[in-house]
């Protein structure tokens, strides 16, 4: 297996799902976005939430990005689209394949931590990382 389709399946076993009081989820929304930020992937809307993504231009190619979605008391996130995860495309948009790899990663545990910190007063939290 190639190091890029070991990145591949690595990205493809991002889910973290919380079930929380609707008072919690609109600052907890906040912080996941703002850990987004921080490792350099910013939010954009979506049906049900949104995009983090390193750029527009990355988003609209197709590559890698996390998604995040509320629906109720629900807050889900996973990486959309793993499986694009291209070297080629990433040139095409002045990222390196590696470089986009880490910072999903990066971002994915980040959310993880503070969906934890949320985790006693949750209903439910449930997270899988590579």
């Not at 976005?33 to 350099?40: P, Q, Y």
């Not at 990663?105 to 590579?130: D, N």
């Amino acid at each position: 297996m190639s190091r890029i389709e070991d990145f591949r399946d690595r990205l493809a076993r991002i889910h973290i799902t919380l079930k929380i009081s609707g008072e919690e989820i609109e600052r907890l929304l906040k912080e996941v976005l703002d850990a987004g930020r921080s490792v350099g992937l910013n939010p954009e809307n979506r049906v049900e939430g949104f995009a983090l993504t390193p750029s527009h231009e990355a988003a609209v190619i197709g590559l890698p990005h996390l998604r995040v979605a509320r629906v109720s008391d629900l807050l889900m996130i996973w990486v959309r689209a793993p499986y694009s995860l291209d070297r080629e495309k990433c040139r095409c948009v002045g990222l390196d394949a590696d470089e986009l790899y880490e910072m999903l990663l990066a971002g994915a545990r980040k959310i993880a931590e503070i969906l934890r910190r949320y985790s006693k007063s949750a209903e439910y939290l449930e997270i899988s990382l590579p």
